[in-house]
């Protein structure tokens, strides 16, 4: 048996982040305390890897409780609003790791991913052990004592900090095992999605995909009442159905059975085909649609509102009102997805470990003294473009700073 201060499972974001502001805690207070991460991938930090297409979208300059989204809206905010993206980027500056602002206040490594793991990795002292290609076999506690059997291997500790992220992306290690650990524990989950993911079309809107391919700027709408929401970005039509950036976002607010809609002229006025007819009146609607839109695009949705409302003829041939019909139409195109492509290719996870059952000050259980959850594992999810990357470190540093003090 080898007995530590702490034990985190997981190697990831959270849990790094965890190690390195509980390790250096631990060093101040002079005890000898020690730190052991035990990951189950053969190297530390995988989606971290691979995120921002190798560059790590590390935070969003933007970042706070409004781009998140829980059960219980209020409980980020503690944790946020102690370490903000400022504190990240000072972590970042002073390990030389050059950066850049991308869109929309998303900041990315000018070179790779690879620096903010190393970083990550540096951050941690020589308290701090990491263990890889260890997968949990058991938890059990015993008093005041968690013992983790991991590798053929026994560790114990008084602190054990569940870092091990959701079921999002499989094919990189990721699992469901939080969520098995909390409830053994008598934690409560909320019902794990999919959660930044492409979403799939059938029936009458099958024909959607043979646009596979074409992007073009919308505005896209889900979700009803106070969970609804709106962004305006790239959309995305796949072989399978609907993806890009707008469609990520509001995937996050949809649900099964409902629509969303999609608006492919989000700047233009209720009128903007009416006016047109008064200085085009010769022109017609899918002429109109190809100076603003991919032609693909253009010919399909102009194809669809001639079979509907006969709008194949040039503009000064057509009644006003079916002209603000179709303007109506095209700033709200009604989608009803099937389904989204699964955790298979979610970036995230929307549920997770209750919040309710956390401190939001801490991370710790409030019914079991010196479990804690952190990151993706718990029900607070963020926007794509670096939030979940906050999330994670401002949970890590929480949790971490708990367990140091």
């Not at 903000?84 to 000018?110: N, Y």
């Not at 005041?144 to 091990?164: E, H, N, R, W």
């Not at 646009?211 to 009803?224: C, D, M, N």
């Not at 017609?284 to 001639?306: F, Q, S």
């Amino acid at each position: 048996m080898q007995q530590y201060d702490v034990i985190i499972l997981g190697a990831g974001a959270a849990g790094l982040m965890c190690a390195g502001i509980a390790g250096q805690a631990f060093k101040r207070n002079g005890r000898g305390q020690r730190v052991l991460v035990l990951e189950k991938a053969e190297k530390p930090g995988k989606k971290i890897l691979i995120s921002g297409g190798g560059r790590c979208n590390f935070t969003n300059l933007g970042a706070g409780p409004a781009n998140f989204l829980s059960a219980n809206p209020h409980f980020a905010k503690s944790a946020l609003a102690r370490y903000t993206p400022s504190d990240f980027i000072e972590m970042v500056d002073r390990h030389g790791i050059a950066w850049h602002e991308k869109t929309l206040g998303q900041l990315f490594c000018d070179g790779s991913a690879r620096q903010i793991v190393q970083m990550l990795l540096d951050e941690c002292p020589d308290n701090v052990g990491l263990v890889c290609e260890a997968e949990v076999d058991e938890v059990v506690r015993d008093g005041d004592q968690f013992t983790v059997l991991a590798g053929g291997k026994s560790y114990s500790a008084p602190a054990l900090v569940i870092a091990t992220g959701g079921p999002s992306i499989p094919k990189m290690g990721a699992s469901d095992y939080a969520y098995d650990l909390a409830r053994q524990f008598g934690l409560k989950v909320v019902e794990p999605r999919p959660a930044l993911v492409p979403l799939t079309l059938g029936g009458d809107d099958v024909l959607f995909r043979e646009l596979s391919g074409v992007s073009a700027p919308v505005r896209a709408t889900a979700g009803a009442g106070k969970a609804k929401s709106s962004f305006d970005e790239a959309a995305l039509f796949t072989h399978k159905g609907l993806s890009g950036p707008a469609v990520l976002q509001i995937s996050s607010y949809w649900r099964h059975g409902e629509e969303v809609g999609i608006a492919f002229l989000p700047e233009a006025g209720s009128d903007w085909l009416i006016t047109a007819k008064r200085d085009r009146p010769r022109a017609t609607v899918k002429t109109l649609l190809r100076e603003h839109l991919p032609d693909r695009l253009a010919d399909a949705l102009a194809d669809r509102l001639e079979q509907e409302s006969g709008l194949e003829r040039e503009l000064g041939n057509l009644p006003d009102k079916d002209l603000r019909a179709a303007a109506q139409r095209l700033s709200d195109w009604r989608f009803t997805p099937n389904g989204t492509e699964g955790f298979a290719k979610a970036e995230v996870t929307i549920g997770g470990i209750a919040t309710g059952e956390l401190s939001s000050r801490t991370m710790e259980a409030k019914s079991i003294p010196g479990l804690y959850a952190i990151g993706e594992a718990v029900d607070v999810t963020g926007w794509l473009g670096g939030y979940n990357f906050q999330w994670a470190w401002a949970s890590g540093v929480a949790a971490g700073e708990a367990i140091g003090a």
